[in-house]
Structure formats: structure tokens, C-alpha cells
């Protein structure tokens, strides 16, 4: 190499360089979502996460279908930042004591997790992204793919129960308002299929086996009936759920709409032939809904406890 390239070589390496430490410094402030993000503050964290949603699974095994619900009902609201887990305070309801949020259960459970990662580096993992972890690994327990997802989302302060209605479709809206509302947070059409696991039409044998789980025809209103929207697999994440609503025997009016649609249908029917497909589908809509609008950087805080907002002098 001749010497006019040796330094031009030379003085590009000092401008790099020049530039290298405002970029760290930028980065290091926030650098968003990352892959292991607590590789440094807490290398043990993804590990307990995992350990506790094994042992909390082998003794309560309907957590790991809780823990995914987790995932949408937190991270579709706005922003993934664990609003979900606040209590209520006197001045605002929580989301998780709402109608929309009807059925959700296993709340202390996530606190159990928190605790133990607690132990191992106080006040530096989040509860978002414990909760969006121990959704990711309730998914293997069920059977279904690993998922790798990024951590570094902090937690908010505020619930957002007042504004559930315009983010969480409801089981009876739509299929129109479905799509438009999982389409906002960069979800397509095979996706929303992959995610939606009172049909008017149902098989004639499914009645039966429907009025049998649901025979009040004025249930109590403070009881909790659990029917299983996938009768053949129901504690394990696969595609039957796609072959049972192609044969009429789904569950709510969004379950025969799936079917049914013409924008939705061919997605259930290769989901219903291929269980790679419905996991590659599925884990790309997972990983785009955990991302959505996080908190990171100094946005928010790391919560002590999962369902208290941190006290601030």
C-alpha cells in the first residue's frame, strides 16, 4: 500500500474513532430493545425467569395459558410496559379489574417470578419484561416454539383501563375491526390468524358438548365457567384449534369469522394442514406485539413490585 493511502487509511481510522464514543454514549443511554439485554446488569435473569415458569407449571399447569394471555392484553393496550399487573388505587381502576379483562387470573404468580429474579439483582429487571419472558417460555411448556424475543422495556406508572375498548377487539366485533386493530401495531392478516386461538353455526355434536359445560340458561354472574376453545389439545399450543373451527366447532362468533372470512380462510386452512406454518406465523406476530411501543432509556422505571407503581419522594 503506497504511502498517500497509508494515510488517508490512517486519518479515516482517527474520524472513525472520533466519532465512535458520542455514538456509545447515545446508544448506551438507550438502546432500545436488544437481544439479552441484562447480559451485564443480571446474567442469571432469562435463566430464573425460565426456571420459575417450569416449576410454576408443573404444579399449576393452567399458568402457562395465563402468562400468554399476559402478552396480548398488556402489550396490545398501548404500549408493553406491565399496566396490565398495577392494583387499583383510589383514583384509577386497574386493567386487569375490568369486564375486557374477564377470566384473567394467575397475577401472583408473576410476582413469584419477580421475587426470585429480585433476589438475584435487585431493582434492575422489569416487570414488562418478565411478563413478556414468562409468556415466551409458558409457550414452550405448552408445546409450542421458542420464540427468542429482545428484553430492556421499562415499566409505566399509570393504568390504562380507560382506553381498553379502542385497543382490545372484542370476541363479537367484526372481523373488519379485528384486522384494523392488530393491523395498527404492524400485525398482517396471517398473523391476527395465528394470535385468535358464539358461533351461530355451530356442528351439531359440538352442541351437545357446549350445552353440557353451560347448562344455566341464567348463569350465576359472579361464577367462572372455563370452556375450552380446543376440545381435542386443550393444554397444548398447536394447530387443531385451525381444524376445529374449519368443522364448525369453535367457540366465539370470531372463531366462525376466522373461518369463514375471505380474507382470514386460507390462512386457516395452511395453519390447519401445517403446524410449522401456524409456529412461524405465530411467533412473528408474538415478537412484533412484545415490541410494540415499549418503554426503554429512562422512559418509565423498573417497579420493585409488579402490581405497585414505585413511591417517588
Known amino acids: 500500500m503506497g504511502s498517500k493511502a497509508l ?3 490512517a486519518l479515516f481510522s482517527i474520524s472513525a474513532l472520533a466519532l465512535t464514543p458520542a455514538a456509545f454514549a447515545e446508544n448506551e ?3 432500545g430493545l436488544v437481544m439479552n439485554f441484562y447480559k451485564d446488569s443480571c446474567p442469571q435473569a432469562e435463566d430464573i425467569v425460565k426456571e420459575q415458569v417450569k416449576l410454576l407449571y408443573k404444579r399449576h399447569k393452567n399458568t402457562a395459558f395465563s402468562w400468554l394471555r399476559n402478552i396480548f392484553h398488556d402489550c396490545a393496550v398501548q404500549s408493553c410496559d406491565a399496566s396490565l399487573l398495577l392494583d387499583s388505587t383510589r383514583r384509577s381502576l386497574s386493567e386487569k379489574e375490568t369486564d375486557r379483562s374477564f377470566g384473567m387470573r394467575n397475577f401472583r404468580y408473576l410476582e413469584t417470578i419477580k421475587e426470585a429474579v429480585e433476589r438475584e439483582c435487585p431493582g434492575v429487571v422489569s416487570c414488562a419484561d418478565i411478563l413478556v419472558l414468562s409468556g415466551r417460555d409458558g409457550i414452550v411448556a405448552l408445546g409450542g416454539p421458542y420464540i427468542p424475543l429482545k428484553t430492556g422495556r421499562r415499566d409505566g406508572r399509570k393504568s390504562r383501563a380507560d382506553i381498553l375498548e379502542e385497543y382490545l377487539p372484542d370476541h363479537n366485533e367484526s ?3 379485528v384486522l384494523e386493530r392488530f393491523g395498527a401495531m404492524g400485525i398482517d392478516t396471517p398473523g391476527v390468524v395465528a394470535l385468535l386461538e358464539v358461533d351461530p353455526a355451530f356442528n351439531p355434536d359440538h352442541i351437545d358438548h357446549m350445552l353440557h359445560k353451560c347448562p344455566d340458561q341464567i348463569p350465576d354472574p359472579k361464577a367462572v365457567q372455563y370452556v375450552r376453545n380446543d376440545r381435542g389439545t386443550p393444554m397444548v399450543l398447536d394447530n387443531n384449534y385451525y381444524r376445529n373451527i374449519l368443522d364448525n366447532k369453535g367457540l366465539l362468533m370470531v372463531d366462525h369469522q376466522l373461518a369463514t372470512d375471505k380474507r382470514t380462510k386460507p390462512y386457516v386452512k395452511k ?4 403446524q410449522p406454518y401456524f409456529f412461524k406465523e405465530f411467533g412473528r406476530a408474538i415478537t412484533i406485539l412484545t ?14 413490585q409488579c402490581n405497585l407503581a414505585n413511591k417517588h419522594n
Open 271 to 274: 395453519m390447519a394442514k401445517s
Open 29 to 31: 443511554e438507550d438502546p
Open 175 to 177: 372481523m373488519t375491526v
Open 291 to 304: 415490541e410494540n411501543n415499549p418503554l426503554t432509556g429512562t422512559k418509565g422505571e423498573i417497579r420493585m
Open 7 to 9: 494515510f488517508f487509511f
